[in-house]
């Protein structure tokens, strides 16, 4: 466990690190209102054939990370601050034409909601041959070859004759794995998948999720996983991040986090999730209030207002200092002064995924 | 006019309900071309005081099945029998009456509230049409205690849906449906539309009201966790009809029927060593459409257990197999006892044909349930 005890978030030049975010911050502006800080200081690396959870509830900026990432942002209205490197490469203020270069052929991304990110007007075929002739130099028909290639690798039946067909014509699980398809066409060395599971229903969720699992393994891409569903982040992500009002304010590897989960509010939302494999009458125990309580972050822990373990010193007013993200044994950061406590010797389970 | 079994028994008893909703075509003239079978014969019954939990996927006719028991659809066939009455017999007035004691929590809490109504306009309505209350000063004190019971402070009385989060307008919902004193409450996917922090709060909610109110819940959800936390009995449905019927605890420690099986194992849970350990069963393809069902198992098209015999043609009953578990497969003796092994979703694909989806004249428009659209398609 020591050997992997090297602190993320970091500058850290030893890591192969494919992507590496500092500080990244989107302000949204408008005339006449208070600006809104969506994304507040996040960092986080992610090394090739590694997967990276962003977990948070609606709100909590994980969609706005992944569009900064991807420079996906209008320009009008918005202040992107920070730094996001892409294998070498400075993409926060990039110029359009490296921005495009990159995106689709190196990096690529998985939208939530497959209708909506597919043009309704055109066949599926088109829509994956236009990134293959784009990016890879291919003629029409050595790109539809690939294509049918690429549909019949995400297990779309009959690749064929689905190149034909418009997106309405397609099931919502078939229009994901098409979009996914879409992604996949140049081999990118990093994915972006937002909510890629969320529109579906759990049997194709289940088929999607192995997909991208043998994609990670198979061909050593970086996947950065954008979910609201912790069951989907223990299953898939090596490292997660948990974010809250704009910030992260937890890290750690997935078993340490699901073991031992330090932040009032990592563990409110585990101990509010009702569990497949647990007995009708575990009770539940929700967080109180919802997100739309949180205070900003220079006044304060934005989760003290819902929190339980919220001390005088959690507000910036009394302590001096806003609460930082902190170094929290190996492997692990915490932004909180008054974390949840585990009794150190953990049960049998916990202590042999701990180990790992 | 009232029955003897009024006040005794299950109090609500769903039997050979079928939903068929017509495709039409055409512009001049208006012909049918064939039916998509929502809700395809399903028996249930439902204790008072309990909770019945419908689960399966999109498309599968759950939330129709809900609507046609509370006759927002008109059943094309069966009886739905609530509290000793033919809900389906009635109509009119005596209609209006019944659906008093039977309410409904939509999916959508921003979608089923009116913008421009303010929440005292939007919880008075319903006692003002019943006719209940006493007065204005009755529906006042009503009003606030409703409020109160669904945790929301008096201040919310002037404010408009738009003003509230997502939890907080699902607890405007639940207050409607509770203020005429229902006997049963029928939630349609209650929490799928919130937050996960939040979606325990209203979890939470319904279980207390349920125990202090002595309602009959009938919870129509895709999330297996949470029908199995609030649910007395689970019913699983796929392709218009039960499949699987049990106790809750008995549904998920012994699954019977493949598709349950395939259902579980698909959830994940929100623990890395559990994840790592438990079986996957993995499905091939899509929900076939429910316009062109297929023949005799309707899961026989994505069975991993699917065998050379019966499953092809002949349709399986719902049989009891152990007390009050119910299911609808030929095999499931040998499936329990490990005497048949599943084949792996590309063997289950290859058998099937290479195109997984049932094709026909009526694909297109049956795409809408297929897609996950959870409405019924409307009639005209």
Known sequence: MSIEAVPTGGADPGQSSVLEVEELAVTFTRRGEAATRAVDGVSFAVAAGETIGLVGESGCGKSVTSLAIMGLLPRRGVQVSGSVRFGGTELVGAADRTLRELRGADMAMVFQDPLSSLNPTVPIGTQVTEVLVEHEDLNRKQATAEAIDLLDRVGIPDPARRLKEYPHQLSGGMRQRALIAMALACSPRLLIADEPTTALDVTIQAQILELLRELVQGSGTALVMITHDLGVVAGLCDRVHVMYAGKIIESADRHDLFARPRQPYTGGLLASVPRLDAGRGTPLTPIRGSARDAIPWAEGCAFAPRCDNAQDDCLTEVSGSTVPLEYDGPGRELRCRHPLTHPPVASGATASGAAR | ?380
């Open chain 2, 1 to 380: 006019m009232t029955p003897p079994e009024q006040g005794t028994g299950p109090l609500l008893r769903v039997e050979g309900l079928e939903v068929h909703f017509p495709i039409r075509r055409g512009v001049v003239f208006d012909r049918t071309v064939g039916h998509v079978r929502a809700v395809d014969g399903v028996d249930l019954s439902i204790d008072r005081g309990t909770t019945y939990g419908l689960v399966g996927e999109s498309g599968c006719g759950k939330s129709t099945l809900g609507r046609a028991v509370l006759r927002l659809v008109e059943p094309t066939a069966g009886r739905v029998v609530f509290d000793g009455t033919d809900v389906a017999s009635l109509a009119g007035e005596p209609l209006r009456h019944m659906r008093r004691r039977m309410q409904m929590v939509f999916q959508d809490p921003l979608g089923s509230l009116d913008p421009r109504q303010n929440v005292e306009s939007l919880l008075s309505e319903p006692l003002r049409a019943h006719g209940l209350g006493g007065g204005r000063e009755g529906i006042a004190a009503k009003i606030r205690g409703l409020l109160d019971a669904v945790g929301l402070p008096a201040a919310a009385l002037r404010r408009y849906p738009h003003e509230f989060s997502g939890g907080q307008r699902q607890r405007i919902g639940i207050a409607r449906a509770i203020s005429l004193e229902p006997d049963l409450l029928i939630a349609d996917e209650p929490v799928s539309a919130l937050d996960v922090s939040v979606q325990a709060q209203v979890v939470n909610l319904l279980e207390e009201l349920q125990q202090r109110l002595g309602l009959t819940f009938l919870v129509i959800a895709h999330d297996l966790a949470v029908v199995r936390h609030i649910s007395d009995v689970v019913g699983v449905m796929y392709l218009g009809s039960l499949v699987e019927q049990a106790p809750s605890d008995a549904i998920y420690d012994q699954p019977l029927h493949p598709y349950t099986r395939a259902l579980m194992s698909a959830v994940p849970v929100p623990d890395p060593v559990v994840e790592e350990r438990r079986e996957r069963i993995l499905l091939a393809g899509d929900l076939p459409s429910p316009a062109n069902p297929p023949s005799g198992c309707r899961f026989h098209t994505r069975c991993p257990w699917r065998q050379e015999t019966r499953c092809d043609d002949e349709a399986p009953a719902l049989r009891e197999l152990a007390p009050g578990h119910l299911v609808s497969c030929h095999w499931a003796e040998e499936i329990r006892d490990g005497r048949l092994a599943p084949k792996s979703p590309e063997e289950v694909a290859a058998s099937q044909g290479v195109s997984i989806r049932a094709t026909g004249v009526a694909d297109i428009e049956s795409d809408a349930l297929v897609q996950g659209v959870d409405q019924p398609i409307e009639r005209t």
